[in-house]
């Protein structure tokens, strides 16, 4: 059994017990005319019925998600047993069991599509950040994520993105500032933009240049890490021998899984791929019960 597990999972930010409700009040209806129930499982299944199931992939993926499915399961029959074959971040073959559960079978029929839509999307999140992170290669280089999050999911997006090996950009607008070109647009200049940041305390300053000629002025207002926006290898390479070492340099704008070698082969620090929580298509996860 996997008690501690289950209780132990916690995100900063993220309060699972909340996400839960809330998704399964939105499947079921509540507060709606005539919702509030599972009017399928409720007319068809007995209510004394008792399924045992198990989760698996029909891809190979890294899974991600398990913690958080089952505990849809838990809250509505907090007896059921429940079986995490797997570990978070695991890369499995297609065809392997990840999950196994036995309970009430009206409750886990009510709370299966909320449990698998979960580790559908967060299993896809995690496998496509491990391709990006295995297209890399053995380069000094960070794969990053972004805030193309799905509102209200970017905790758990940004978490699927570290169980496939990547790492977390900022989490929001608080935690560092970005000068990007609409705010250089209005400052009037890349310095200009950088020293405002500064003057007002702020300790994280990213700096978005996309010329060669921008460098010079962040470094010199003093950035401290530069975003290379849509630089292709050899225009990276001249920016990072201009940047010399003096602060981190993230290559960041139409990164693919066919560019992604290259433009990590320059020697930049991070690459950051918005893709990874706004592209990556859901896993195929299915789950089957039998009567017991």
């Known amino acids: 059994m996997t008690t501690t597990l289950l209780r132990g999972f916690a995100l900063p930010g993220f309060d699972?017990?909340?996400?839960?409700?809330?998704?399964?009040?939105?499947?079921?209806g509540q507060g709606l005319p005539g919702g509030g129930h599972d009017v399928t499982s409720e007319s068809v299944i007995p209510a004394e019925a008792r399924f045992a199931g198990v989760m698996d992939s029909r891809d190979a993926v890294s899974v991600c998600g398990l913690p958080i499915?089952?505990?849809?399961?838990?809250?509505?029959?907090?007896?059921?047993?429940?079986?995490?074959?797997?570990?978070e971040g695991a890369q499995v073959a297609a065809g392997t069991a990840l999950m196994r559960i036995e309970g009430s079978a009206r409750a886990l029929l009510t709370a299966e599509r909320s449990a698998l839509n979960t580790v559908q999307h967060l299993t896809g999140i995690a496998t496509l950040t491990r391709t990006y992170v295995d297209a890399m290669g053995d380069t000094r280089a960070r794969l990053l994520d972004t805030r193309k999050t799905i509102p209200g999911l970017r905790v758990?997006?940004?978490?699927?993105?570290?169980?496939?090996?990547?790492?977390?950009?900022?989490?929001?607008l608080w935690d560092a500032a970005m000068i990007k070109d609409n705010h250089v647009a209005v400052a009037g200049g890349v310095a200009e933009a950088v020293r405002r940041a500064l003057g007002a305390g702020v300790r994280d300053v990213i700096c978005e240049v996309d010329r060669i000629d921008q460098i010079?002025?962040?470094?010199?207002?003093?950035?401290?890490?530069?975003?290379?926006?849509?630089?292709?290898?050899?225009?990276?390479?001249?920016?990072?021998?201009?940047?010399?070492?003096?602060?981190?340099?993230?290559?960041?704008?139409?990164?693919?899984?066919?560019?992604?070698?290259?433009?990590?082969?320059?020697?930049?620090?991070?690459?950051?791929?918005?893709r990874l929580t706004q592209s990556a298509p859901a896993a195929d996860i299915g789950l089957d019960f039998t009567p017991l």
């Open 16 to 28: 699972l017990d909340d996400f839960v409700t809330r998704t399964l009040a939105e499947d079921l």
């Open 69 to 87: 499915a089952a505990a849809f399961f838990r809250a509505l029959d907090p007896t059921v047993k429940i079986d995490l074959i797997v570990s």
């Open 156 to 172: 758990l997006e940004k978490y699927a993105v570290r169980t496939g090996g990547g790492h977390n950009h900022r989490m929001g």
């Open 216 to 274: 010079a002025p962040a470094l010199a207002a003093g950035a401290t890490r530069l975003l290379l926006d849509n630089m292709a290898p050899p225009m990276l390479r001249e920016a990072l021998a201009l940047v010399a070492g003096r602060v981190p340099c993230e290559a960041s704008g139409g990164v693919r899984l066919d560019t992604i070698a290259a433009i990590a082969a320059t020697g930049v620090d991070f690459i950051s791929v918005g």
